[in-house]
């Protein structure tokens, strides 16, 4: 049972960096048809804009995500974030 709870936090936390890497490989190809399509600066301007924001969000929701074996924050280990594989205290892996 405890080990089904597991998987299905790790599951979410596997969830939320996809997402994270989604937005991260996005750009390029969404400034890319933005200037093709567009005229003039603005419509670039509000990608770029609602890129930052989206990547702040995800690289926040990735950062806090908690461990479900010793619930501290899985990739976060005092002020340093790391997005690696493993907890930062307990080291259970993804």
Same mark, same amino acid.
């Given at each position: 049972m405890e080990e089904q709870r597991f998987d299905e936090q790790l599951k979410? =936390? +596997?969830h939320k960096r996809m997402q994270l890497w989604a937005v991260f490989i *996005?750009? #390029?190809p969404m400034i890319g048809i933005t200037l093709s399509v567009s005229e003039g600066n603005l419509a670039p301007a509000m990608v770029c804009i609602i890129w930052i =924001? #989206?990547?702040a969000i995800g690289g926040m +929701?990735? *950062?806090f995500s908690r461990c479900p074996r010793c619930g501290n #924050?899985? $990739?976060m280990r005092g002020a340093g974030t790391s997005?690696? +594989?493993r907890c930062? $205290?307990?080291q259970l892996s993804l």
């Amino acid at each position: 049972m405890e080990e089904q709870r597991f998987d299905e936090q790790l599951k979410q =936390i +596997r969830h939320k960096r996809m997402q994270l890497w989604a937005v991260f490989i *996005s750009y #390029l190809p969404m400034i890319g048809i933005t200037l093709s399509v567009s005229e003039g600066n603005l419509a670039p301007a509000m990608v770029c804009i609602i890129w930052i =924001i #989206l990547a702040a969000i995800g690289g926040m +929701r990735v *950062s806090f995500s908690r461990c479900p074996r010793c619930g501290n #924050l899985f $990739h976060m280990r005092g002020a340093g974030t790391s997005w690696g +594989r493993r907890c930062r $205290h307990c080291q259970l892996s993804l």
